[in-house]
């Protein structure tokens, strides 16, 4: 099932999703759900609250298909360690068509839970490493936008105003 991406200002986006629980077979479903819904719009992660499921999950592929292994399920993540710096353009699926360079660290270790309720530990480096960040970020419902200079970040919410008022956002 492939799930419409929820944009910005929808406040499902800005809450702090809650801890998952219960580690069963809908959640499983949940997240073939995710992938699905991620593939479709042409993403490498994708945050539970952007299906507007208010839950801390993320699904992160940023082999974008080609790495089976390069899947990677999240569930009630922290990052733990941050190393160095990254300054790279980033964007997300629920501002679409907004890219703006956002500096993150270029390597950090996700403390998380997988499909089955167990804890791993995962390092990621650059690519890996910003979606790791961006995606547990919006669980905290935060944005990428919030990384961005005031200036940049007002002149971004204006042209979204424009384009709900034309009712294309
Ligand atoms: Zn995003």
Redesign the pocket.
Known sequence: MIYPIVKYGDPVLNKTAETVTVFDNELKQLIEHMFESMYAAH?V???AP?IGISKRIAVIDCSFKEDASAKLVVINPEIVKKEGRQTHSE?????PDFRENVTRAMKCTIRAQDVDGKWFEAEGEELLARAMQ??T??LNGK??ISHVSALKRDLIKRKIKKLQKAGEW
């Not at 964007?91 to 501002?95: K, T």
């Open positions: 993403g992660g994708l945050a952007q964007g997300c699926l629920s501002l961006h995606e970020d919006h944005l990428f």
